[in-house]
């Protein structure tokens, strides 16, 4: 069974409901141990005091906070349970917001609310409520000595709590979004827009597999075996000069797919509507 990171209560006006929180998601990926070159012997890491020359214990180390060069402010466990807020052990729903107004530069990790055998018919009603109305829930919770602003939501009936980055950790760029103006001419829009709508799917999670990983995997079990490894080949690519070139070869090179009954121009006719205006309606009059 999965292991619990955080118990206690969600709370909606003078509803409580006691629940659980699990890890939703967390990286998978292959790890390298650190070895001895010289004998292929695993490392381990110690702990070294410098002042009193010797290695140092687990059980002998303190938490402490620097206030200055090399000056600390101990403080322990006992200490900091003093000061948890009431969200360390309640979270309380402050307000419902529509979810497609939340950026989600904002999501930091995920996790599943899962309710206590006394509170799952008050979590079946805010899961319910919730996916009818198309509210998520902010509220804040306290772990890891930290208070998180999180936003709770239905999904698959159950709910979805996703710890949030607050607006100060969030960096900002001043080359983002900032470029030079370049003008985007509207066969070049017609064209993107094409390309898009040919890639255009439903978005199936299972299709997507890391394959970093399973090279490494493959260079593994041929080490192991004592085979040579095959270098793979990465494409060389350069910046577009013709983008209309380019998205023309890209939709040629995809198959199409059937268009709507509002489909608008096609390759050839966007590729044709870029000649000047003036030149077109010559050409209508010669014929």
Same mark, same amino acid.
């Given at each position: 069974?999965?292991a619990?990171?955080?118990?206690g209560? &969600?709370t909606? #006006?003078? %509803?409580?409901?006691?629940v659980? =929180?699990?890890t939703?998601?967390?990286?998978e990926? &292959?790890s390298?141990?650190?070895l ?5 012997? *695993?490392?381990k890491?110690q702990?070294?005091?410098?002042t ?5 214990e687990?059980?002998?180390i303190v ?6 060069k090399? /000056? ?7 200490? %900091?349970k003093k000061?948890?807020p009431e +969200?360390?052990? #309640?979270?309380? %729903?402050?307000e419902?917001?529509k &979810? +497609? ?9 995920s996790y599943?609310?899962?309710p206590?055998?006394?509170?799952? $018919?008050?979590?079946?009603?805010l ?9 998520a829930?902010?509220?804040k =919770?306290a772990?890891? /000595?930290r208070?998180? @602003? ?9 709910l979805t709590?996703? @710890?949030?980055?607050?607006?100060d950790?969030? *960096?900002?760029?001043s080359?983002?979004?900032k470029?030079?103006? %370049?003008e985007v001419k509207? /066969?070049?829009?017609q064209l993107?827009?094409?390309?898009v709508?040919s890639?255009? @799917?439903a978005f199936?999670?299972?299709k ?8 490494l995997?493959e260079? &593994?079990e041929?080490k192991?075996?004592?085979e040579?490894?095959?270098? @793979?080949e ?5 910046p577009?000069?013709?983008l209309?070139e380019?998205?023309q070869?890209?939709l ?11 489909a608008t121009?096609?390759?050839?006719e966007?590729?044709?509507?870029? $000649?000047?205006?003036a030149t *077109?309606k010559r050409? *209508?009059?010669?014929?």
């Open positions: 069974m999965a619990t990171v955080w118990k209560y &969600i909606f #006006g003078l %509803i409580s409901v006691p659980r =929180l699990f939703a998601a967390r990286s990926r &292959i390298f141990n650190q001895h070159g010289k004998c292929h012997t *695993r490392l890491q702990l070294y005091c410098p009193c020359d010797s290695t140092v687990r059980s002998e938490k402490g906070f620097a206030y200055s090399d /000056q600390y402010v101990l403080v322990d466990d006992d200490e %900091i000061v948890q +969200s360390a052990v #309640g979270m309380e %729903i402050l419902f917001v &979810i +497609s107004e939340v950026d989600p530069l904002y999501f930091e990790s599943y609310l899962v206590e055998e006394a509170g799952q $018919k008050a979590y079946q009603l899961v319910e409520t919730m996916d009818k109305a198309g509210y829930a902010v509220a =919770l772990m890891h /000595q208070e998180h @602003t999180v936003l709770v939501r239905a999904r698959k009936k159950g709590l996703h @710890t949030m980055y607050y607006p950790e969030v *960096r900002e760029l080359e983002y979004g470029g030079v103006e %370049i509207p /066969q070049e829009l993107a827009r094409q390309l709508e890639l255009a @799917t199936e999670p299972e997507y597999h890391d394959q970093y990983q399973a090279r995997k260079l &593994i041929h192991h075996a004592g040579e490894t095959t270098a @793979t990465s494409p060389r690519l350069a577009v000069i013709d209309m380019a998205l070869k890209s040629q090179a995809k198959p199409a797919k059937k268009a709507p009954a509002r121009q096609s390759v050839a966007a590729a044709s509507s870029d $000649k000047p205006r *077109r050409t *209508r009059k010669a014929g």
